[in-house]
């Protein structure tokens, strides 16, 4: 026979009949589930009662009597004298540093960008406005995989705060007409598998990585993939993409229209060379755009390259390795570039025009065998046509030698100062240059060789934008046509430069239907101009400055209060009936005090209401020898004893028994007195009626300062003030973050 086993409710299964057939085995487990079903139904609705008949008794109580406690808090610390105390003036001032910090220094730093201030274009010009944004790089888990969980979502929020509210002035203040962005959206953004393709680093690349990164590797390609690569999208989203219609919908005059134009690839969005991963470059394209393009704005042709792609080229692995799948889209974009170039020109003409912009063909029926290929029509009309000025895009900077200096506007190290009687810069200045170094998916520049191919491939190439080093850095190549390349400010705080900042730019070519510079038309058709943002590891210096100098304000005025009689700002534990009728039972004085010369005396039974005035209630004092806390009448219905030894009357405690406190003993509270509330008001031990004094007891009478000590009073106050400035700050703070 088998052994018996428990089915879950503490029953074996031998007390159970063994079905005969199917059906009843079917029959049981139906039976089974129906009585399952019935037990958890109705422990459901057991609980349901149980939170009911909570909420409607006791739980209804507990949350009137928080309400009530909550309430009489806020009614002692919502007073004019508390409200315009230094703690809270502090915290007002607080509140007006954080919007500083946190809002207004973002509008007041773009709006002294504003065009205005640099443009020099002829009256009556109508520029295109135009802004680039290099290496937004939003902070992710392969930014600092060390960091604990506090501080990484805190850094996080704190980045991407500032991209947006720099960004959301630039779109409300400047209104570009267009916004390019020059690669390296994410931060790990190399790092994130793919849906499809193979995502593994092939054989030959294992073991390039630093040892800091290869450790948290298999935990990368276990917890984020496709999905989370589609959150940080959406994250990059809200803060460049959902901000864009504040700069309005309309293009400013003599304008097409609005562009924005990120399809740009980093390395850290890529990787670099040939350690780019193809299924993460299909994915980036289907989102972000093609990565290799062609655009006319303002009457000049933008060509933005691949860069990090194309370097593939020219790897030390080009021969070990196939790395065509990797360059190979470059170098066949490059390859059509002039032609490419030519059409987009005439495509633009021809809507300035107000012809059809793409080519129309004619619809004839021709023999296969006859058709000539080579006399198709086609928009390029070939060499030697009017050419719109050229702007080179790429991530990576072009080639230049060792110690080429950046100029003056490089806030890593600024130049170094020439000898005397030298009128140009130092050359060279390796400390004011960009450092011609590689390392894991990296490279500080382009290769010569690939510089070289971009410049010939492109032609007519005037100027070039780059991003990558995070810091400004203006160059002029002598050796490539005299191109002109500015690498762009990062636009994050975290990526190393205290100073984070933007490239704005300004185009004005004026030309006829042809394409043909018109007559008087500038000789320089592109203005830039370096727009700084805030500093905003410095207003955190400064937060840290106010936060010190608040916390010795605090101290002291803590220690001037015992010294001047000041008000103190520490609420004392405040007396309050439990409920509303408690303030209306009746409260019964037990003598009157005489004269400390051991007199006896008799109990008063005049009852007095809560509504008595105060000059009458010092004849409520109990005898001086009961202390505090202590019931008025001994619990054998005698009366205590008086000082100097003698005792009430046993006539006089019965009466007190029965009709002075009668029910109000067993069933009301026992009122006391406290002995501090009465002082002597010149020092000669005057009592009452004989020049004393009431006063009710507080903790911040002058008599309870001295009684608790003046060190006491300083430690409470300092406490207690700090406190309430640095949760109102700090909630304030939580605020502006959360709003963004």
Known sequence: MAPSYSNGYGYPSSAFPVPSSSYEYGHRNQAELHSICDDISSGARTMLVQLWAYA????????????????YQFRRNMVRRRLLSLPHLLVALWVLVLLWGERWVFASRVRS?????????????????????????????????????????????????????????????????????????????????TAHGD?????????????????????????????????????????????????GRFPSPGQRGRKLISSLPGNHDLGFGAEVKVPTRHRFSAYFGETNRIDVIGNHTFVSVDTVSLSAGTSSMKDQVDLRPIFAPAHEFLREAKAAKRRAVQKELRFWRGEVEELVFEQKVEDLDTVVY??????????????????????????????????????????????????????????NAISISHGYQYKN???????????????????????????????????????????????????????????M???????????????????????????????????????????????????????LVPVLNLQTFALGPGQ??????????????????????????????RPVTSSTSSSKFPSARAPSTRTRGQSISSS?????????????????????????????????????????????????????????????????????????????????????????VVWMALLFFTYLAYRG
């Not at 382009?446 to 510089?451: C, F, G, K, R, V």
């Not at 009357?649 to 007190?656: E, H, K, M, Q, T």
Request: aromatic letters at 10%; hydrophobic letters at 35%.
């Open 56 to 71: 409607s008794g006791r739980g209804r109580h507990a949350a009137y009597g928080l309400a009530m406690r909550a309430a």
């Open 113 to 193: 960008c504003d065009w205005d201030h640099w443009e020099d274009w002829p009256d009556g010009a109508t520029p295109h406005r135009l802004i680039f944004v290099a290496d937004p790089q939003i902070i992710d888990p392969h930014s600092y995989p060390g960091r604990p969980w506090p501080l990484n979502p805190l850094t996080i929020v704190i980045t991407d705060n500032y991209m947006r509210r720099s960004y959301r002035q630039l779109q409300t203040v400047l209104r570009p007409d267009t916004v390019f962005f020059l690669g390296d959206l994410f931060d790990g953004g190399r790092e994130w598998k």
């Open 199 to 247: 995502f593994e680093d092939p054989v030959w690349a294992k073991g390039h990585r630093p040892a800091d990164e290869q450790r948290y590797l298999n935990q990368w390609r276990k917890k984020y993939g496709e999905s989370f690569w589609l959150k940080e999208y959406a994250r990059f989203g809200s803060i460049f993409y959902d901000t864009w219609s504040l700069g």
């Open 374 to 431: 080579d006399e198709l029509p086609t928009i390029d009309p070939g060499e030697g046509v009017p050419d719109f000025p050229t702007v080179l895009l790429t991530h990576v900077p072009l080639y230049r030698p060792p110690g080429t200096p950046c100029g003056p506007l490089r806030e890593h190290w600024p130049p170094t100062p020439p000898p005397k009687g030298q009128p140009g810069p130092v050359i060279p200045d390796h400390r």
């Open 445 to 503: 520049v382009l290769s010569l060789e690939d510089s070289i191919m971009l410049i010939e491939s492109i032609g007519n190439v005037r100027h070039t934008f780059s991003g990558d080093d995070h810091d400004y850095c203006e160059v002029v190549h002598t050796d490539k046509e005299n191109t002109r390349e500015i690498t762009v400010k990062s636009f994050s705080m975290a990526m190393g430069v205290p100073t984070p900042g933007f490239q």
């Open 505 to 559: 730019v300004s185009l004005y070519n004026p030309v006829d239907g042809q394409g043909i510079p018109l007559p008087g038309s500038p000789g320089t058709t592109l203005q830039t101009h370096l727009c700084l943002l805030p500093n905003q590891l410095s207003m955190f210096m400064t937060y840290a400055a106010l936060g010190a100098l608040t916390v010795l304000v605090l101290i002291v005025r803590a220690f």
């Open 576 to 605: 309050r009936p439990s409920s509303a009728a408690a303030a209306l039972l009746p409260i019964f004085k037990a003598k009157d005090e005489r004269s400390g010369d051991g007199d006896g005396s008799a109990y008063d039974t």
């Open 636 to 724: 054998n219905g005698t009366a205590p004893p008086q000082r100097g030894g003698a005792s009430l009357p046993s006539s006089a405690s019965a009466s007190s028994a029965k009709g002075k406190w009668g029910w109000a003993q067993s069933r009301g509270p026992r009122i006391e007195i406290r002995k501090d509330a009465y002082y002597d008001d010149g020092g000669r031990g005057a009592r009452l009626g004989r020049g004393g004094a009431w006063r009710p007891a507080s903790s911040s009478s002058p008599s309870s300062l001295r009684s608790r000590g003046a060190m006491g009073v300083v430690v409470r106050e300092i406490l207690t003030t700090t406190w309430r």
